[in-house]
């Protein structure tokens, strides 16, 4: 499609001018503020866009009015211009009121805007290497509580038009704790945590978790560098697996040494060493 008319995208909410169990309305300059549904670019969230979040800080925990300093690249093989809507809400789903703390485009960002108390795209933005980054932070509110942050995003062809060759997707909503919300002793792990380790490639990584919650996984090496990094997922309670590939957050292969995951819940992190052989 080409972004004459492109869209609207909207975190939890939507993308161009439909999608269905996300609103979005095709608008080259971004639009935000919808959580309706819509089919004009699929019916559903298509897996082949991805959408990853880091923290600057690596964490999602903040102190009241504190400042998160966030990342959002935006990836697709083949559709190379790209779209996006940023919210934080109240709740973990669609419903919950937008406007939570403060959005600012970063001061390197020159197309991002602020909209309805979201942040959305001026123009849509072509990409490098199949991928864009959107650069932004988040005052948090000055009392303590929890939030939760909504991502939407779309790649476009530029074909001119509007149809499902065009994909759109969104994150599962991450948890941003605000001052004192933790939980102790929600999370645990035993001695066989990281199997095989040490590894030549791929390590399952096996935690505990006493309530569901929200749960964030990095990977760092010994200098403390992020080199992977999830995005934050509502886990159910019980025994959880995650399985590293053994990659960096760009794909590519890590080398021999030291690494430690961490498993974040709430304000809470825990430490699984974990060593690669190549």
Request: with cysteine.
């Amino acid at each position: 499609m080409s972004f004459f008319g492109l869209f609207r995208i909207i975190l939890s909410a939507s993308i161009f001018s439909c999608f269905t169990a996300i609103s979005v309305f095709a608008h080259s300059s971004g639009k935000a503020g919808s959580t309706a549904g819509c089919t004009c670019h699929g019916a559903a969230p298509n897996p082949s866009l991805s959408i990853k979040v880091t923290s600057a800080s690596g964490s999602f925990s903040v102190e009241p009015g504190g400042v998160l300093n966030l990342r959002a690249v935006v990836a697709h093989t083949s559709n190379n211009f790209f779209g996006i809507d940023i919210a934080v809400k109240s709740t973990a789903n669609s419903t919950g009121a937008s406007g939570q703390g403060v959005l600012s485009p970063s001061a390197s960002e020159t197309d991002l805007r602020l909209s309805k108390g979201e942040l959305t795209h001026n123009l849509p933005r072509k990409g490098t290497n199949d991928s864009v980054e959107f650069n932004f932070s988040w005052q948090a509110p000055a009392a303590s509580g929890v939030y939760f942050l909504h991502i939407a995003a779309l790649a476009a062809n530029n074909d001119g038009l509007n149809n499902t060759l065009d994909q759109w997707n969104i994150i599962e909503p991450i948890r941003l704790d605000v001052g004192s919300t933790a939980v102790e002793e929600t999370i645990s792990y035993s001695t066989d945590a990281a199997v095989p380790n040490p590894s030549h490639e791929s390590v399952s990584i096996k935690f505990q978790l006493d309530v569901a919650d929200y749960c964030q996984i990095l990977i760092a090496d010994m200098h403390g560098n992020i080199t992977f990094a999830s995005s934050g997922q509502y886990r159910t309670d019980g025994e959880q697996v995650f399985d590293w590939d053994g990659r960096d957050s760009d794909g590519i292969t890590a080398p021999s040494g030291r690494y430690m995951a961490l498993i974040r819940v709430r304000n809470k992190t825990l430490h699984i060493p974990i060593v690669i052989k190549r």
